[in-house]
């Protein structure tokens, strides 16, 4: 029998604290298999976007709780926004970052955006897609990010596979 993860918004509340503990730790973390001599960790992914967008308007769809990049690009000089489904998360990147507490709301992925056509250069949604449900990405989640996306901006998609 297979045992299915829990991923509901339902659970990110409940545990938006440590989510937000542990975020900061995966920085540190290394991947254990990667085909690119490059990546090693989640950093890397966030410089090698840095290095192709080097400046401008960027969405962390899915930010999580702390909002780790949205506050790394702002940090860097992006102007840099977070969206999050869970209240939870938001109020926690709030708490931990009080600079970007502006920057940083509720969104529900698998509706339409409130933001207007070709608003950012660079669009991060990691390890989220895969808690959507499947219809909803190809119908609502995919065409909005590409539709808020400048065009030549820079979609990145990241999922987080497995267990742990």
Known sequence: MSHQPDT????????????????????QSTYASSSLPWLKNDWDILRRAEAIVPEGH??????GAGARDVYKLWCDGYD????????????TAR????EIAD??????????LSYETGTFDLVLCNAVIQH????????????ELIRVLRP?????????????
């Open 95 to 98: 708490r931990m970052h009080p």
């Open 80 to 91: 840099a926004w977070g969206i999050d489904a869970v209240q939870e998360n938001v109020d």
């Open 58 to 63: 960027a969405l962390d769809a899915g930010c």
């Open 132 to 143: 959507i449900p499947t219809e909803d990405a190809f119908a609502v989640t995919f065409p």
């Open 103 to 112: 920057r940083v709301s509720v969104a529900d992925l698998s509706k339409p």
């Open 152 to 164: 030549g901006g820079l979609l990145q998609l990241m999922f987080k596979c497995g267990e742990g």
């Open 8 to 27: 509901s918004a339902g659970f990110y509340r409940l545990h938006s604290s440590r989510y937000a503990e542990v975020a900061h730790s995966f920085t």
